[in-house]
Structure formats: C-alpha cells, structure tokens
C-alpha cells in the first residue's frame, strides 16, 4: 500500500491510524473556527477538515493557517476555484469528489496544483451522493461505491496523481462494511473510515463503534473519522476508545505523587494543563509529575519521564536519574518537547 503524507503525518501501511474531525463552525468565521480547532487539537485530533463552502471560506484559510499549526482539509464540492484558492492559501489536504466537478480542464488545474505542492486528496465517496448512472446500474450497494471510488481514482491516475486516500462511507452499517472490504482488497491506497450521518451521541458512537471497531479489527483502515451529531470534540473522545478496543491506541500512564509538606509549587494546577496533552500522545511511556526533588525522583524511578517541582523549576528526570532543570515559565513547553523527543527514539529503536 502507497503511504500518502498529509504535510508530515504518514497515512497508510503499518503507521499508525491518524485521528480527523471536522469542524461545524462557518470557517469564514475566523476566530470561532480556529478557537474549535484549537478544541479539537487539544482533544486528539490529529488532522482537522473545513467545510470550504464560498470563497469567503477558501480566503479565511490563509489567516487560520497563521494561526494553527496542525495540518488542514478543505472539504469542497461542485467548484474547482474553491479548491485552487484553498491550495493557494497553503491548505494540507484536500477532500472531494471529483465527479462533482465534471469539466476535465478544471480537474486537470486541480490535481496539477495539488501535485506542485504535494497536497494529497482524499477521494470521499458518499452513498448519498452517487452519480445517477452508477446508481441505475448498481442501487444502493457496496459495488456502487467501488465503482464510483473506481472512476474518481482512475481520473487522478490519468493526470498521473497518486497521493490519493479513499473513503467509501454510508449511512448503511453492511454497506459501510462491505465497500470498505472490498476496496482494501482491490485498491493499493489508504483508507479513511467513518460512517456518514451516524447520529446523536449515543446512537452515532453505538452504530460507529461497531463498524469501525469491526473494520480495524480485520486490519482495515489508515485513518479515522466518528461523525457524531454533537460537538466535535465529543469525536474524538469515541475515536480514541474505538482504537483502543482495537489494540490501536495506548497513551502515557501518569503517575503523580498526592503531594504533601514538601511541595513547593502549585502542582494540581500544572497536572491540569499537562494531563490532556500527555494523553493525547499515542505511546505506552510512564510519565511522572511529583511533588519535590528530595523523594520525587526516587519514588518515580520506574517512570520512563518525570518532572519534580522546586521553588521557581523543577528538575526533569529519567528513570529516576536527573537529566537537567527547567525554569518555571518554559515547563509546559519543554516538559512536552522531552517527552516527545523520549517517544521519537523510542520508535526509532
Ligand atoms: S514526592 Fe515529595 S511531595 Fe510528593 S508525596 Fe513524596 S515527599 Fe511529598
């Protein structure tokens, strides 16, 4: 299977299976729209998707680029100067659906655009929306979604265009079953999962556990979406539980100490901060936030990584040995970069 990067994440083969969600703000609405993808990211999402619906839309990525770090999808439709604005205003990834833009000239400018700066696109094929023509000759079935994802890929081909993801989504659980086997067999691309209008919070995560759950089991699926008719970041939370019912997901143990005397710093409030972060990192490592430097160290030393507080610092510690001392105003930051950097030689040996 092709690996396909959106900017610096690897999507595909044996990569780890990458965590979306969309926002449901008017992304012309700048700041309402970055405050939800800071949520977003905060809760887990690894990548996050806008709806690009004008080109007021396609203008406001520009500023949300300058301020969010993490990698953007426009989700278009129907207008190919969408898409063009989108890529030329620095978006990451591009969703649609290229039947929906019919003239092979406009395709034609996209996918070169695209290929120019390395923008994969994710074909999204959706039950709901199938051209007429797959549908009088396939109905309601998995194969019209193959055939349709089928006809986008080898339009994409043709331009010789290959950082290309699939997604074959229905609001029928067999169907979603069926289509997204029957593509992990016939085609050589990732995949993203989900299944479309899935519903209310408790329906949508009842109806998306068992699919998705069923598709990751069987080792299908390179990326993942819930789509929950809730606030997003409620996605992410019935995401993380999928992956980790299918063996795909362990973040950090947190071991903190319950403070006492000897605690010189204002640690619930650091742990409060530190907590949602350290969690979203998907790795097994032990992690520890202790109350002093006298017996911190020591009493976390099966921690892989640990902070102990000090009056304005703390040390920073591994496997109870100290490694150097932090100031204050930088531990968030650093704490996070040395946990980070524990992680990236750890997968690399
Ligand atoms: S690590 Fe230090 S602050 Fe925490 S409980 Fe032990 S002695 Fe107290």
Request: glycine residues 6%; charged residues 25%; neutral net charge.
């Amino acid at each position: 299977m092709k690996t396909v990067y959106v900017r610096d994440i690897p999507i595909g083969n044996n990569h780890p299976i990458v965590i979306q969600s969309m926002t449901n703000t008017k992304t012309k609405d700048i700041s309402a729209t970055i405050q939800q993808i800071n949520e977003l990211v905060t809760a887990g999402s690894q990548i996050v998707r806008l709806a690009i619906a004008d080109m007021e839309d396609a203008e406001s990525i520009k500023e949300i680029k300058k301020q969010v770090s993490v990698p953007l999808v426009a989700d278009i439709h129907f207008d190919y100067r969408l898409a063009l604005k989108a890529i030329e205003n620095g978006i990451d990834k591009l969703r649609l659906n290229p039947g929906n833009i019919k003239d092979k000239k406009q395709i034609t400018e996209v996918v070169l655009a695209c290929k120019e700066k390395k923008i994969p696109i994710r074909i999204g094929i959706n039950g709901g929306s199938l051209n007429k023509e797959i549908y009088e000759k396939y109905g309601h079935t998995a194969q019209a979604l193959i055939e349709s994802a089928n006809e986008h890929i080898k339009i994409l081909e043709e331009l010789d265009f290959h950082d290309i993801i699939i997604s074959l989504k229905d609001t029928d659980i067999d169907i979603t079953l069926e289509a997204n086997r029957l593509a992990s067999s016939s085609f050589n691309y990732p995949l993203h999962i989900g299944l479309t209008e899935a519903g209310t919070i408790c329906s949508g995560t009842v109806r998306s556990s068992y699919v998705l759950g069923t598709l990751l089991k069987e080792k299908i699926g390179n990326t993942i979406r819930v789509s929950l008719t809730a606030n997003p970041t409620e996605e992410i939370k019935v995401v993380k539980e999928i992956l980790k019912m299918t063996g795909n997901y362990s973040s950090p143990t947190i071991i903190s100490c319950p403070t006492c005397g000897r605690t010189d710093y204002n640690m619930l409030e650091l742990i409060n901060k530190l907590e949602p972060m350290i969690s979203n990192l998907n790795y097994p490592l032990k992690v520890a936030i202790m109350g002093c430097v006298v017996n911190g160290p020591g009493e976390a030393k099966d921690a892989d990584i640990g902070i102990a507080g000090g009056k304005n610092q703390v040390i920073l510690f591994k496997k109870g040995q100290i490694v150097k001392t932090i100031k204050e105003e930088n531990i968030i930051n650093e704490f996070m970069k040395e946990i980070q950097t524990l992680i990236d030689e750890k997968n690399q040996e």
